[in-house]
Every structure is written in C-alpha cells, then in structure tokens.
Nanobody, 127 residues
Framework: QVQLVESGGGLVQAGGSLRLSCAAS????????MGWFRQAPGQEREFIAA????????YVADSVKGRFTISRDRANNTIYLQMNSLKLEDTAVYYC????????????????????WGQGTQVTVSS
C-alpha cells in the first residue's frame, strides 16, 4: 500500500512563511513525479506545484510562482512545499499527491494523473 501524510500546516500571519512536508510510505514512489494541490472552502482543487522523480524538473503554478518552492528528498521519500510571503488567498487545505505513471518526461499538473493522495493539512493565513 501507499500512504502519503502531510504535515506542517497551521496559522500564520500574512507575509509569513510555512514549510509543508509530505512523507510517503509503503510501495516505493522513487520513480514517480509528486505534486502539491490546494482547495479553499467552496472552491475547486487547484494545482500548486510538481517535481519530477529525478528532481531535475519542477512546474509551479503562476498563482504562487516566486513565492512557493517545491523540493524532494528521495532518500527519505519526502517532498516539501516552502511557502513564503503568504497571502490571505493562500488559505486552503493543502494536499500532496503522487503520479500514477512512473518516469514521465515532465511533471504533470493534471489531477487525473495523480493516483495517490494524502489527507491534507490546513493552512490559514490571517491579516
């Protein structure tokens, strides 16, 4: 089985920073791209960032580009989302996910390409 567990969410003031972690266990995901998504109350889930299995390629959504950075520790089966300059509109539940297909040419932003999902971690940004 594959299990993804997010952590690091919480309450933070606007302009502050948080680092989210997602630890993977079970079947190895070494050769799978992984990504972060978020969903605000009453909103559709949106793509945030993805990183390739080789950690040589990343893709970051325009809405957070320049503020958020995705990284990966393959040895520890963990991905991270460093969030800086947080804004009120960043408030959401953040989910990590793993691509169903190993060794894609480039990271994917399509939700349907991700087969494994964590339970989510809440990020709340206050003014």
């Amino acid at each position: 089985q594959v299990q993804l567990v997010e952590s690091g969410g919480g309450l933070v003031q606007a302009g502050g920073s948080l680092r989210l972690s997602c630890a993977a266990s079970g079947r190895s995901l070494t050769w799978h791209d992984m990504g972060w998504f978020r969903q605000a109350p009453g909103q559709e889930r949106e793509f945030i960032a993805a990183i390739s299995w080789s950690i040589s390629r990343t893709y970051v959504a325009d809405s957070v580009k320049g503020r958020f950075t995705i990284s990966r520790d393959r040895a520890n089966n963990t991905i991270y989302l460093q969030m800086n300059s947080l804004k009120l509109e960043d408030t959401a539940v953040y989910y990590c996910a793993a691509d169903r297909t190993p060794q894609r040419l480039t990271p994917t932003a399509k939700q349907s390409d991700y087969a494994y999902w964590g339970q989510g971690t809440q990020v709340t940004v206050s003014s």
